[in-house]
């Protein structure tokens, strides 16, 4: 399975390159704060797509995607947080947070999958 070829991963690509997008209008003394931490969020959905890809075992890239799950959480959660803090604006806001939960939901589908090959392969 090519990590190119995945929704999950094109979904989060496209995710990562907005949250970098907004996050150089964060304040200057965000940068080792907010900033820092959704960039590393957001790239971490699509690094641990990857790395779970090439691991080579079913267990080993659902773990991965759990992981990359849990960074989409974090994404959705900061993006609030940066509403709130008005770095973002309520529009962005708008914009951004219905993709950060369908990247969710394609990867809970992802996870599912995943689970159903392991079971398959179990029972044989």
């Not at 209008?25 to 959704?38: C, V």
């Not at 219905?98 to 090959?117: F, G, Q, R, V």
Request: proline fraction near 2%; charge should be neutral.
């Amino acid at each position: 399975m090519r990590f190119q070829d995945l929704l999950a991963y094109k979904k989060g690509f496209d995710v990562a390159m907005e949250v970098f997008e907004i996050s150089k209008s964060f304040p200057k003394e965000e940068i080792f704060g907010l900033t820092s931490q959704i960039r590393r969020a957001s790239s971490s959905i699509g690094i641990n797509i990857v790395e779970g890809c090439g691991r080579g075992s079913d267990e080993d890239f659902k773990r991965f995607l759990r992981n990359a799950s849990g960074s989409a959480f974090e994404v959705e959660y900061i993006l609030l947080l940066s509403k709130d803090l008005n770095y973002i604006s309520e529009e962005k806001f708008i914009e951004l947070t219905p993709k950060a939960e369908e990247l969710k939901m394609k990867i809970s589908k992802l996870i599912l999958k995943i689970e159903e090959d392991i079971n398959k392969k179990k029972n044989r």
